[in-house]
């Protein structure tokens, strides 16, 4: 893949015009999809796919051109040729851009990740005989993610992940599971092993008789997968450049009003541990990391290329959303979670979160899978699925008790259009006062 | 290299098998968008590849790939031949059971003032104007305009000589504009964020695009200044683009076949609806009538097959508020052994078919937009969704809104801001009291419904008037 980038790169800059700039980026991946239900196999198939994107510049006007490859050098060249030609005639009706930006210096960078990826055929004869008799669900998906990155000024970038992403449910019935995951790049049988047989244990607490709470305040603890679904609902928006400075963001209070968080509370996006590359489309390095927030207090924008410009910032990330998001730890040993919470709720997993009051942080969402009500610190009964209307500032903030040593490692299982780089390492956190809705 | 030619490629190259199917998709899509009177660098895509479908024996696999050459399919028959061996030992899909397509056709959208009609600097123009509407006070702080211009064309074929060729336009406009004072920000849309329509440049008057740029931007400063929406039990009138919302997570998504036979459990959700359900449950009062159908040529999803060769008909999905078949396409009809609709669906040629609401429209009665308002003593009316929210059952929900009026004794008042209204589906749709007639009646549709494993975002169509619900729990923010 790296080598036919290079060629076909090389070739599409043989056919620029005097004065023209321009910045391919290139995408690509091989992947194994194997989808389950009751533990029986109901999709399987792989998917192979690789395209470019072309962002041609002259005369500070700028515009972008994205195609699949066919693999066929002579073929994906004259594509590139065709777009070539559209894109100059663009050029000439559009006006100047203020806001482009791209990197003059040049930075060459390659980062190939060893293969050691599981045989498919294998890892799902294990999960299939690991799973004997239980009601499974889920994906498992596992191949090479390349990203490429060539400008006419001679810098390339180039980067290929491994990995799997094992995402599952056990079900026990109706809407009562334990949900799990296995992700990385060294499979290793021993672990689906123990993390089925944990679910097994699971399911018998599972099996009581569900508990309904009444809408009001409860004290919860919220597991690092729970979190990450407010995570993933807060950056959207909640750390861009842009955002902050058209007042969109949902950390607005944050900004005009200097409300702060816990002062335990550090976020950062981390590009040196994460899976994303560490170059952008218009080919900027991305620093090792970026405080986002430090001791409770706002710190630090995400700005791509273009906020960059426009807001008279440095480019710190790709896009203005955290990929690698960390979040300190605390001093919440994992071993006493259900002691400290004592009498409230378990939340293992939320679902499905949006904004009530955006301006406020407020977000509604429910809960999902193996929610668990907890009595003087012994889980007694599974939860009805519940509603919860809450402040996130709330959450990280007045209300937020305590969080956990332990951080853990999340892949993001997410695969719309292509499989997903974006990873986090969050804590679990105990929290008073939680409002439930509906 | 053309559809038919990389037909016939595949034909000299595929091995025998039991069945095989080829799915060619060529997709096209071209966006303008003007930002703070900046145009943006215009940016035009393609995505061009096949999807594999070989089933032998017991098994049953897929594979995808844009490498059309003949290299590049010879290899994908062989991963979709090797996953046919692998799924052979533990399929849950009887592949003896399945009912092969037996009908070729084709179909286009409708289209009469072409996208190419206008050129790039007329475009461009026309989302400037729209900038200079939408800028109209020192408090708009950001705001834009777009367009975006999307062709599909599908070849679908399989080894029984089926042959199928559909060729699809989309259009989809968009504006907003963004309001601030302070530490209060709210924004309005242009009917919403992303909906979109089948056909040309000739769908632009639907969305009233240009001409309600000023509106959206009164009303994003109308919202800054506006009260919270109170927390109440009251009557709530639903306009076209939420009751889009509405039907599409709390009816379409629950009676989804694929989620009632467990296949999204781990991703989108089950259902609370169940097989036995069918035929027997009364879903909403007797007002409500839902179809599933491709009658509307400007509809999201009208189309004449769906994604596995299957012919596209209206069905009644609920008639006089009872439940009478699920969304499911043949795959999925077989195992749950229940009719089903035409509604196997792909987003692209790199995933699979699965069952997917396609244009899912309740049907018009026989209230003026007056008599709706008139009938309501306390209340709320709301527009666009802004937000969204439903559990993995597709029963306990929260959906808000962009703009609301508060309704008193029978006339519209004062505009509140962040309206938000939550229930229980299985309850909601119980408390329709009246339902608008043709002249409330709107098309509206949305490219980003997602699901599936690996995932799929697809487009929907969903068609309704203004409705009326009566005792629902309203609240604002803060």
Known sequence: ?438 | MENQNILQLFKNIVPPCDFWSLRLVDDSEETLCVREHVVQPPTMSRSYGAHITIMQGRGMGYAATNELTQAGLTNAIKRALNWCEISSHNNILDISKIMRPKKSGSYQSQVTKPWVQLDLNDKIQLLQDINKHLKIHDCIVDWQADLTYRRTEMLFATSDDIEINQQFYYITPGYQAVANKDSQTQFRTGGGWGTSRQGGLEQLLSFDFPASANQVAEDAIALVDAQECPEDTMSLLLMPNQMMLQIHESIGHPLELDRILGDERNYAGTSFVTADMFGEYQYGSELLNVTSNAILAEELASYAFDDEGTPSEQQYVIQNGKLLRPLGGVMSQIRANLPGVANARACDWNRPAIDRMANLNVVAGDSTFTELVASIENGVLMDSNKSWSIDDSRNKFQFGCEFARIIKNGTLKQVVRNPNYRGISANFWQSLSAVGDDSTFEVWGTPYCGKGEPNQMIHVGHASPACVFDQVDVFGGV
Not at chain 1, 61 to 89: H, P
Not at chain 1, 255 to 269: D, P, R
Not at chain 1, 380 to 402: C, H, T, W, Y
Request: net charge negative; with cysteine; proline share 3%.
């Open chain 1, 1 to 438: 893949m790296e080598s036919y980038f290079r060629e076909l790169s090389h070739k599409i800059f043989s056919h620029l015009h005097g004065g023209e700039i321009l910045l391919i980026n290139y995408q690509a991946e091989e992947s194994d999809f194997c989808r389950f239900n009751q533990n029986k196999i109901r999709q399987a198939g792989h998917v192979q796919q690789q395209n470019v994107q072309m962002e041609l510049i002259c005369d500070q006007k700028q515009c972008v051109a994205k195609f699949d490859l066919s693999g066929n050098l002579s073929w994906d060249v004259e594509l590139a040729k065709e777009y070539l030609t559209i894109q100059r005639q663009q050029l000439i009706v559009i006006p100047q851009d203020p806001f482009l930006h791209y990197a003059n210096e040049l930075y060459n960078s390659e980062k190939i990740s060893e293969n050691v990826l599981p045989n498919t055929e294998d890892a799902i004869d294990h999960i299939n005989r690991t799973a004997k008799n239980l009601d499974l669900v889920g994906i498992f998906a596992s191949g090479a993610l390349h990203n490429g990155f060539a400008n006419s000024l001679g810098q390339f970038n180039w980067q290929t992940n491994y990995s799997f992403n094992f995402d599952w449910s056990v079900y026990l019935q109706q809407d009562k599971a334990v949900k799990q995951n296995y992700a990385g790049n060294v499979w290793q049988n021993e672990l689906i092993q123990q993390k089925i047989e944990f679910a097994k244990e699971t399911l018998p607490i599972l099996s009581q008789k569900e508990k309904s709470i009444r809408p009001g305040k409860y004290r919860i603890y919220l597991t690092s997968v729970a979190l990450q679904e407010l995570f993933e609902l807060l950056n959207w928006g909640g750390f861009g450049e842009k955002s902050h400075q058209t007042a969109q963001t949902p950390l607005l209070k944050m900004k005009t009003e200097g409300l702060e968080l816990n002062s335990n509370i550090s976020i950062t996006e981390n590009f040196s541990t994460g899976f994303s590359p560490r170059f952008t489309k218009q080919g900027f390095k991305l620093p090792a990391s970026v405080s986002l927030i430090k001791n409770g207090k706002f710190d630090n924008c995400l700005a791509n290329s273009r906020s960059a410009k426009e807001f008279d910032t440095k480019v710190n990330c790709n896009i203005e959303h955290p990929c690698s998001m960390e979040m300190s730890n605390g001093d919440l040993s994992m071993d006493n979670v259900l002691q400290e919470l004592d009498t409230g709720v378990f939340i293992s997993n939320l679902w499905y979160c949006n904004y009530s009051d955006r301006n406020n942080c407020r977000m509604t969402g429910m809960t999902r899978f193996a929610c668990m009500w907890v009595e003087n610190g012994i889980p007694i009964a599974p939860l009805s699925v519940m509603r919860f209307d809450e402040s996130l500032l709330n959450l990280l903030g007045e209300k937020l008790q305590a969080v956990t040593v332990e951080r853990e490692h999340i892949l993001d299982a997410s695969t719309y259009h292509a499989r997903s780089n974006t990873s986090w390492s969050l804590p679990g956190i105990l929290v008073d006062d939680f409002t439930f809705t509906l």
